[in-house]
């Protein structure tokens, strides 16, 4: 399930929410958080004038190395493939000192989470590292072809550029993004699930104009408990009803 779980006894019943799906009202349980992986998260936004500058790069770098030092473990780089030689100079450099790998290649040496560099990935692969990342610390570097926006405003990441946590939207529009959410429970592939997310993509549109389809896609995974592939669902989705 993408949201929540009940616990207990549970007993629900139907309020209205100004026009929104129906709000259900939960009285007497006891609620466990939604399922995902835990870990401190910081990123480094591309730089749509620069790219990826090894001063940008270093960054990330830099964050993933304290983070290294304060828990007195090696770090893991995971790329989207191999080999590490082809990537920027601070990238190779990390790998150096550390190690590198991908999803589809050698299985980390590191046997416990711990730091871990991201680096320019798909929603697989950054899936993938998330796990390695357990109880411990990530830095995703972005790349403009997966947007990673609002993956890093619900996880409330570090941006290393600004040196601030990503804001999330405003109060409003996050209700709208958590009911998206829960009604998301079978990945948005039933019929009743692409209804749901049908309506309230279109409430998100109207409420927040500025939030295009990858935001909202990213946003989800970042919540937890969502597949990439699920993301990728809801992203064809959100493309058929925003105009961005």
Same mark, same amino acid.
């Given at each position: 399930?993408?949201?929540?779980?009940?616990?207990?006894?549970?007993?629900?019943?139907?309020?209205?929410?100004?026009? #929104?799906?129906?709000?259900?009202?939960?009285?007497?349980?006891?609620?466990?958080?939604?399922?995902?992986?835990?870990?401190?998260?910081?990123?480094?936004?591309?730089?749509?004038?620069?790219?990826?500058? %090894?001063?940008?790069?270093?960054?990330?770098?830099?964050?993933?190395?304290?983070?290294?030092?304060?828990?007195?473990?090696?770090?893991?780089?995971?790329?989207?493939?191999?080999?590490?030689?082809?990537? %920027?100079?601070?990238?190779?450099?990390?790998?150096? #000192?550390?190690?590198?790998?991908?999803?589809?290649?050698?299985? %980390?040496?590191?046997?416990?989470?711990?730091?871990?560099?991201? #680096?320019?990935?798909?929603?697989?692969?950054?899936?993938?590292?998330? #796990?390695?990342?357990?109880?411990?610390?990530?830095?995703?570097?972005?790349?403009?072809?997966?947007?990673?926006?609002?993956?890093?405003?619900?996880?409330?990441?570090?941006?290393?550029?600004?040196?601030?946590?990503?804001?999330?939207?405003?109060?409003?529009?996050?209700?709208?993004?958590?009911?998206?959410?829960?009604?998301?429970?079978?990945?948005?592939?039933?019929? %009743?699930?692409?209804?749901?997310?049908?309506?309230?993509?279109?409430?998100?549109?109207?409420?927040?104009?500025?939030?295009?389809?990858?935001?909202?896609?990213?946003?989800?995974?970042?919540?937890?408990?969502?597949?990439?592939? =699920?993301?990728?669902?809801?992203?064809?989705?959100? =493309?058929?009803?925003?105009?961005?």
């Amino acid at each position: 399930m993408t949201d929540g779980a009940f616990r207990s006894r549970q007993s629900v019943t139907p309020g209205s929410c100004r026009g #929104h799906l129906p709000r259900f009202v939960v009285i007497d349980h006891e609620w466990e958080a939604p399922m995902r992986v835990d870990y401190r998260a910081a990123w480094v936004p591309f730089d749509h004038d620069n790219g990826q500058t %090894p001063a940008l790069l270093s960054l990330a770098v830099d964050w993933v190395e304290r983070g290294c030092v304060a828990q007195g473990t090696s770090g893991v780089l995971i790329v989207s493939k191999k080999p590490i030689n082809g990537y %920027p100079q601070p990238i190779q450099a990390f790998a150096a #000192h550390h190690e590198g790998t991908s999803r589809r290649g050698s299985a %980390p040496r590191r046997k416990a989470p711990g730091p871990v560099l991201a #680096h320019s990935l798909s929603l697989d692969d950054l899936d993938y590292a998330e #796990h390695l990342a357990r109880g411990s610390s990530l830095c995703a570097t972005e790349w403009p072809d997966v947007p990673l926006a609002g993956w890093a405003a619900a996880r409330g990441a570090l941006n290393l550029v600004t040196g601030e946590i990503t804001p999330r939207p405003a109060d409003d529009v996050v209700v709208l993004l958590d009911h998206l959410h829960f009604v998301g429970n079978n990945g948005w592939s039933d019929g %009743p699930g692409k209804r749901d997310a049908g309506q309230l993509l279109r409430e998100l549109q109207a409420a927040a104009p500025d939030l295009d389809a990858n935001y909202v896609a990213s946003y989800q995974f970042g919540l937890g408990d969502v597949s990439a592939d =699920s993301a990728k669902r809801l992203l064809a989705l959100a =493309s058929k009803v925003t105009v961005l």
